[in-house]
């Protein structure tokens, strides 16, 4: 069988205009700040635009019935090209992009977020310049790992998203902005040269760097190989995620970070962590994963109580947004280690949702920050009366985060626990255990409503203004798909279900 | 007896002498053209040495193969780079400047020979006339007394630790009866038996080359002597140096006493240990660019010897592309530093602060250097430890693997430290900071093959594995 093949190579298209975009910003001069934004925002929209066009392509091709051919090789997949480019070949190192149920919303919500993140900055004073070019930088890194099919290419693009990122909060952070910098930088890569090893182990195995290759051979890695390399992709990917107890960064560069920027973190590059369990943990090595699917389900039930329960201790707006994530990137962790069709769809939906709630409440976070310049709850209070929309579009987003029907986060929610419950692998008590964390949820957001949102009007703030356009505009597109994906689910679900079911089945033959 | 194969050491060494005699032809102050000349040298003798034809010269005591050219070029190389950077360092500090490109370009030729030495006296002749020039470089400042002590530092060091190298080669000899590499037979050293006298002698030898390389424990030379020598002759000991004791470590260890690894792989494991812990943490603690990247060369030597105590295709193969990296982004790092010191007179890395604005250009590639220096992609440097690692991983060393990861993780701190200052403060003084043309394109050109060399592998990668081959024929 012939594998498909984009009629032109659109995910390297996606990954490299933003690095175009770098150079054209790098080349205006450092006064032009109009240009420079606006740029910025061309080559961030251009990409988003071939996203569009990358979901619609796929989801014609799934049309086809061709795309998910048992007789195929590689289910699921569209690529760049029909061979793999040599790049490296001597040592089986080649040039490959493709795309499935797994990263097409990934790479769509990629493109959205980074184009919303830019036209959010639009804010920023200092060192403009710089300021995009680094964002733009990311954008690379982020497209590419969620397209990359060779493991070289994978691990590059995984580290060149740590330099920018290294850069954004360093500069343009908060007052701990250094020290929240290297505390990022330094567990990403901690994490990243383990599987920088777990790579090398592979392919002295299996000789070959190409991921979809190393799927076909997993039946025969060795068990406690298996055992060996599962565990350094997953601290790897876990790190990113992050689960308990490797989250420490998150808060810190949370925190600290510009609101864009908090909101690529929140919105891509924890889902990069669950991304590379399921591109790459799951299905390489199964046995390895139904043997750690009992630690990994305890480890993600603890980020669910422990993110909750911290979250609610948070007088800080923007720190408790920043803990929410650990307890809701946990009810991901659960979905994995459940290892059933709908626990796992449960959790590439909670890594939409998340992606799209948590992104729109930093940017809420930033609006507020930007006029108020504090983030502490007590400080404010029946901000209702004087910001309306502002109100109503910040309880839309945190209903939808503690999982109200019919918004986006209640489907994974669901998902995940219904799918974790029917597991083979997970105890059910864990689940159940899970399940408070919901309520949990609910008490910490509707708390921060409350205090923010009701109550004695506090006088101090009757100078504030009400959310602006371009605000408005960047949180629009959020709350259409919030409220789209918890309607009508199947129009996220079409794109999952045959890449999910693939995975299951070379889990659990 | 082919002479021609040694036409480029021939050559070299005669545009050295040249260059010493002109010096004397009565000119202004100024020798600029003497470093250009220099240059045209260089670019010549690298054109000779990718020329010549492989085989073997003076009944077996030098071989022309691709693993010392490779390691030739990697000489030439870092040479062309130190008198760049030494081009305008010599106006302000130097008084007598022809004379230290002469001494380059011998201290090269030297390099060059040992490259292709075969015989242990060959081997440790070259050795001499690779430092000797270095002793007087070091010390070339010589009002300065930091500089000069470095001299008497390097020469004593350099001094003992020949001869135990020496003496090492004189129980290798006496075990095996011969002084051509090609005539020793591992076995019949006893190889295994754990033979006192064999193991001696590959002490000794380790010893002696690791104080050449300045490996943890045999480094504490290495600081002082970084921090006083004049900051060209720093890059090129750190870089060229280095890749000498290499080029003969490997010739010796993986050739003849290849088949006796068992008895010297666990000393190499425990070096590499030692280079890496102490180089890093004690990194850590540096406020002086110079010391820090000294120390941080230690640690990188580390990092080798990790590879090496594999001993296979994978060591070489890594070691090259590893140093390939290491020369560009070190002296890159090195020349960052001395334009920076030409203008501001200080080596503290607390001075950097704010150079974004000072110089954007050079802040950016200095980013890239000390982003290859930490293994990050896509620099060479992430390149070269990815075939360091392979080369353990191989074998099966995971222990060693995980120990260089930590290290590289710890190396974050102190390399992102300058990287912090530069992009992340704010200095008061905001007057730019001139870099001039020999520099420039110095640096800029570095930077281009740092990125180069992890994006278009191929071609570095063949280089490798031919130089592989010399030692591993399957490979």
């Given at each position: 069988m012939e594998p498909m093949v984009f009629p032109y190579p659109i995910l390297t298209y996606i990954t490299f205009i933003p690095l175009i975009g770098v150079i054209a910003v790098l080349l205006l001069?450092?006064?032009?700040v109009g240009a420079i934004r606006w740029t910025a925002a061309l080559f961030s929209f251009v990409p988003f635009v071939l996203s569009i066009y990358l979901v619609w392509y796929y989801f014609s091709a799934m049309g086809t019935g061709m795309?998910?051919?048992?007789?195929?090789?590689?289910?699921?997949f569209v690529f760049d090209f029909a061979k793999p480019l040599a790049w490296f070949p001597q040592v089986k190192i080649h040039y490959q992009m493709g795309a499935d149920g797994l990263s097409v919303p990934m790479l769509f919500l990629t493109g959205l977020l980074s184009f919303i993140s830019i036209i959010a900055s639009f804010?920023?004073?200092?060192?403009v310049k710089e300021y995009f070019a680094w964002f733009l930088l990311l954008e690379v890194g982020m497209m590419g790992t969620f397209s990359a099919l060779d493991f070289f290419l994978f691990y590059i693009f995984w580290e060149i998203m740590l330099v920018p990122m290294y850069f954004l909060i360093g500069i343009?952070?908060?007052?701990r902005r250094e020290y929240a910098a290297i505390k990022f930088f330094l567990y990403t890569l901690f994490g990243s040269v383990f599987m920088l090893v777990a790579i090398l182990a592979l392919y002295f195995a299996?000789?070959?760097?190409d991921m979809l290759e190393l799927i076909r051979q997993n039946?025969?890695?060795?068990h406690t190989f298996q055992m060996w390399v599962f565990a350094a992709f997953f601290i790897a990917f876990a790190i990113k995620v992050p689960v308990w107890p490797f989250h420490t960064w998150l808060p810190d560069a949370h925190v600290e970070a510009p609101t864009a920027v908090s909101v690529i973190l929140a919105g891509i590059l924890l889902k990069m962590g669950t991304y590379g369990m399921l591109r790459v943990c799951l299905p390489m090595f199964p046995q390895a994963a139904i043997a750690y699917s009992i630690p990994i389900a305890l480890l993600g039930l603890i980020g669910i109580i422990y993110g909750a329960l911290v979250s609610m201790a948070q007088t800080d707006l923007k720190k408790l947004v920043a803990y929410s994530s650990v307890s809701h990137m946990g009810y991901c962790m659960l979905g994995i280690a459940a290892l059933t069709p709908m626990a796992i769809s449960g959790c590439l939906f909670q890594m939409f949702s998340h992606g799209v709630i948590t992104g729109a409440l930093f940017l809420l976070v930033g609006v507020i920050y930007d006029r108020a310049?504090?983030?502490?709850?007590?400080?404010?209070?029946?901000l209702g009366v004087k910001l309306p929309v502002y109100t109503g579009l910040f309880t839309l987003f945190a209903m939808a985060s503690l999982g109200?029907?019919?918004?986006?986060g209640f489907v994974s929610e669901f998902l995940v626990f219904v799918g974790a419950y029917n597991?083979?692998?997970?105890?059910?008590w864990i689940v159940l255990v899970a399940v408070l964390g919901v309520v949990l949820t609910a008490a910490y957001i509707l708390r921060m409503i409350q205090k923010i949102?009701?109550?004695?009007?506090?006088?101090?703030?009757?100078n504030l203004t009400e959310i602006n356009g371009r605000e408005i505009f960047t949180l629009a597109p959020l709350g259409a798909l919030t409220i789209l994906v918890g309607v009508y689910p199947e129009i996220l679900n079409v794109f999952l279900r045959g890449t999910v079911d693939n995975l299951v089945k070379m889990i659990i033959p | 007896m082919n002479v021609l194969l040694i036409l480029p050491q021939i050559f070299l060494f005669t545009w050295a002498v040249v260059v010493l005699v002109w010096?004397?032809?009565?000119?202004?102050?100024?020798r600029r053209g003497l470093a250009y000349f220099s240059l045209l040298g260089l670019v010549i003798a690298g054109v000779m040495t990718i020329v010549i034809p492989r085989g073997e010269a003076f009944s077996g005591a030098y071989l022309s193969d691709d693993y010392g050219r490779l390691f030739n070029l990697i000489f030439l190389a870092s040479a062309f780079l130190t008198i760049l950077a030494s081009v305008d360092f010599a106006e302000i500090r130097?008084?007598?400047?022809g004379e230290f490109y002469g001494l380059l370009l011998m201290a090269t030729t030297g390099m060059m020979f040992l490259s292709g030495a075969n015989e242990l006296l060959t081997l440790y002749v070259s050795l001499e006339l690779a430092t000797i020039p270095l002793y007087v470089m070091a010390a070339y400042?010589?009002?300065?007394l930091k500089s000069t002590e470095a001299g008497l530092k390097y020469l004593i060091i350099g001094g003992a630790s020949s001869a135990i190298l020496l003496f090492g080669i004189s129980l290798l000899y006496g075990l095996s009866?011969?002084?051509?590499l090609s005539n020793i037979r591992g076995g019949d050293l006893g190889?295994?038996?754990?033979?006192t006298g064999l193991i001696f002698a590959e002490v000794m030898l380790i010893a002696g080359f690791g104080f050449k390389l300045a490996a943890?424990?045999?480094?504490?030379?290495?600081p002082d002597v970084y921090e006083g020598a004049p900051t060209p002759v720093t890059a090129y000991l750190s870089v060229a140096s280095k890749a000498a004791g290499l080029v003969a470590f490997v010739r010796i260890f993986f050739n003849p006493l290849a088949i006796t690894s068992a008895d010297w792989v666990t000393i190499l494991e425990i070096v590499a240990v030692l280079a890496m812990v102490i180089g890093n943490f004690v990194a850590?603690?540096?406020?002086n660019i110079k010391r820090m990247l000294a120390y941080s060369s230690i640690a990188q030597i580390g990092y080798v010897f990790v590879a090496l105590s594999?001993?296979?295709g994978y060591s070489i193969v890594g070691m090259m592309i590893f140093l390939m990296a290491y020369l560009f982004a070190n002296i890159g790092a090195f020349m960052v530093a001395i334009g920076f010191s030409n203008m501001t007179g200080s080596d503290q890395?607390?001075?950097?602060?704010g150079m974004i604005r000072r110089n954007p250009m050079v802040t950016v590639m200095m980013a890239i250097f000390m982003l290859s220096l930490i293994g990050?992609?896509?620099?060479?440097g992430f390149l070269g430890k990815y075939w360091l690692f392979a080369a353990a991983v191989k074998e099966h060393i995971y222990w060693l693997v995980v120990v260089a990861i930590l290290m590289s993780v710890v190396s974050l701190f102190y390399y992102a430290n300058i990287v912090r200052k530069m992009f992340f403060h704010e200095n008061p003084d905001e007057s730019k900071i001139y870099y001039g043309p020999a520099l420039g394109i110095g640096i800029f050109a570095s930077g281009v093959a740092v990125i180069l060399i992890c994006l278009a592998p191929s071609i570095f990668y063949d280089w490798a594995s031919q130089a592989a081959r010399v030692f591993f024929p399957q490979f």
């Open positions: 001069k450092r006064e032009s795309l998910f051919n048992i007789h195929s090789q590689t289910q699921g804010g920023i004073k200092e060192r343009w952070g908060g007052p299996a000789g070959s760097l039946v025969s890695y060795a310049h504090t983030r502490e709850i007590a400080a404010f209070g029946g109200l029907p019919a918004l986006s597991s083979a692998f997970v105890s059910r949102f009701l109550g004695q009007f506090n006088t101090r703030w009757d | 010096d004397f032809v009565p000119r202004g102050k100024s130097f008084n007598y400047r400042m010589k009002r300065d009866g011969t002084t051509y190889a295994g038996n754990m033979n943890a424990p045999f480094h504490m030379w290495a850590l603690a540096q406020t594999a001993v296979n890395i607390d001075d950097y602060a990050i992609p896509p620099t060479a």
